[in-house]
T-cell receptor, first 113, second 111 residues
Framework: EAGVTQSPTHLIKTRGQQVTLRCSPI?????VYWYQQALGLGLQFLLW???????NRGNFPPRFSGRQFPNYSSELNVNALELEDSALYLC????????????FGSGTQLSVL | KNEVEQSPQNLTAQEGEFITINCSYS?????LHWLQQHPGGGIVSLFM???GKKKHGRLIATINIQEKHSSLHITASHPRDSAVYIC?????????????FGGGTRVLVKP
């Protein structure tokens, strides 16, 4: 069974550009979570999607957005990129909302120059 | 003060040694996760706890809800255990897996 897959694995952008990151959850998982791991800041919760809807978001500006498709895959969009957006973006999925074990993808390393 | 504190930040052990990583948190939680992150970034969920103790192979995780403290133990450590271990909590008021993460403990096991 395939795990959580993310694409691309690496990305280089310049300030002001827009980027889209993609995540495919484990088959049968309806919840998708996005986390940011910036150097020196540790992991931070970004967004949670379940059944196609945004359920919760972390303390990030509105230029971080996303969506979840009917097949439960998800996109994370970041507009007007800033240097501090350089980070590893991790996607995770789980069976249901709440206290369920998380399964992580390998992440997308975004560098903003 | 961070809501989730881990100690130590760095740990070096000789192969075969017993390793303990500690996690203290300041909020009421409904679950605590222990995660392992290898170089390259991939994260594996090791345990999810809400009470008591769990064991998987050479790994043992315990939690004391009253004391707001959890420990991850690695018995008979091996160089392949070298990784960053991250504690994450799900606050009671949080919905879904809106986790709050500790800063991680970098473990190096030397042969």
């Amino acid at each position: 069974e395939a795990g959580v897959t993310q694409s691309p694995t690496h990305l280089i952008k310049t300030r002001g550009q827009q980027v889209t990151l993609r995540c495919s959850p484990i088959s049968g998982h309806t919840s998708v979570y996005w986390y940011q791991q910036a150097l020196g800041l540790g992991l931070q919760f970004l967004l949670w999607y379940d059944e196609g809807e945004e359920r919760n978001r972390g303390n990030f500006p509105p230029r971080f957005s996303g969506r979840q498709f009917p097949n439960y895959s998800s996109e994370l969009n970041v507009n007007a990129l800033e240097l501090e957006d350089s980070a590893l973006y991790l996607c995770a999925s789980s069976l249901e909302t709440g206290n369920e074990k998380l399964f992580f993808g390998s992440g997308t390393q975004l560098s903003v120059l | 003060k961070n809501e989730v504190e881990q100690s130590p930040q760095n740990l070096t052990a000789q192969e075969g040694e017993f390793i303990t990583i500690n996690c203290s948190y300041s909020v009421g939680i409904s679950a605590l996760h222990w995660l392992q992150q290898h170089p390259g970034g991939g994260i594996v969920s090791l345990f999810m706890l809400s009470s008591g103790k769990k064991k998987h192979g050479r790994l043992i995780a315990t939690i004391n809800i009253q004391e707001k403290h959890s420990s991850l133990h690695i018995t008979a450590s091996h160089p392949r255990d070298s990784a960053v271990y991250i504690c994450a909590v799900r606050p009671i008021k949080a919905a879904g897996n809106k986790l709050t993460f500790g800063g991680g403990t970098r473990v190096l096991v030397k042969p």
